[in-house]
């Protein structure tokens, strides 16, 4: 099982739309979650932490099931601009001194007018 | 400039030729990341340097790869004999010491590597 598994897509969906992405990681010791943005040919560029509780940040809301392994993110009210590919990142430490950040290969979004 | 700054910015070799790719991290990030990427593939983790501490160099693929980084700053990752697999993107990343915490890297845009 790879450490960090997403559903490719793409997702393409109509603007205001609300879609949600699903993540799944396989080390139990992983300690912090967190959801990058890449746009085509860009580098990623973070857009959320996940916290236990779940978190929202606008239009974005992340959700985190430690039991299952399982992190979410959903997106409300979809603008063109999110078109992009989503990757879910963990974080945790394999070593004394050391800190993996372990990414997802990403879901893409196209958000079609 | 403020942001990560990485060169060359696109790399065209001849199978095995030796390469270098340099990374400028933001100035008093103390935390430095190389990944690479693929096309339609996820970043790959290659090495991880933080402060003095030995690197974390679990990622590199085998023993052509190597890096390092010089006075806490510039790093240097080196390619020899390169192969056609190694065409990917080299991204690097750093952070500030609580960056791990935070899970923020800031990214360079990255140096597009292609053997021929």
């Known amino acids: 099982r790879k450490e960090v598994e997403q559903d490719p897509g793409p997702f393409n969906v109509p603007e205001g739309a609300t879609v949600a992405f699903n993540c799944t990681y396989s080390?139990?010791?992983?300690?912090?979650f967190f959801w990058y943005r890449q746009d085509c040919r860009k580098e990623p560029k973070l857009l959320m932490s996940?916290?236990?509780s779940g978190n929202e940040d606008g239009r974005f809301t992340a959700q985190l099931n430690r039991a299952s392994q399982y992190i979410s993110l959903l997106i409300r009210d979809s603008k063109l601009s999110d078109s992009a590919t989503y990757l879910c990142v963990v974080n945790r430490r394999p070593g004394a001194g050391s800190y993996q950040l372990t990414f997802g290969k990403g879901t893409k979004l196209s958000v079609i007018p | 400039g403020a942001g990560v700054s990485q060169s060359p910015s696109n790399k065209v070799t001849e199978k095995g030729k030796d390469v270098e790719l340099r990374c400028d991290p933001i100035s008093g990030h103390t935390a430095l990341y190389w990944y690479r990427q693929s096309l339609g593939q996820g970043l790959e983790f290659l090495i991880y340097f933080q402060g003095n501490s030995a690197p974390d160099k679990s990622g590199l693929p085998s023993d052509r790869f190597s890096a390092e980084r010089t006075g806490g700053s510039v790093s240097t990752l080196t390619i020899q004999r390169t192969q056609q697999e190694d065409s990917a993107v080299y991204l690097c990343?750093?952070?500030?010491?609580?960056?791990?915490?935070?899970?923020?890297?800031?990214f360079g845009e990255g140096s597009r590597l292609t053997v021929l």
């Open positions: 996940v916290y236990s």
């Open positions: 990343a750093s952070s500030s010491t609580g960056g791990w915490v935070t899970g923020e890297l800031f």
């Open positions: 080390n139990s010791a992983s300690q912090s």
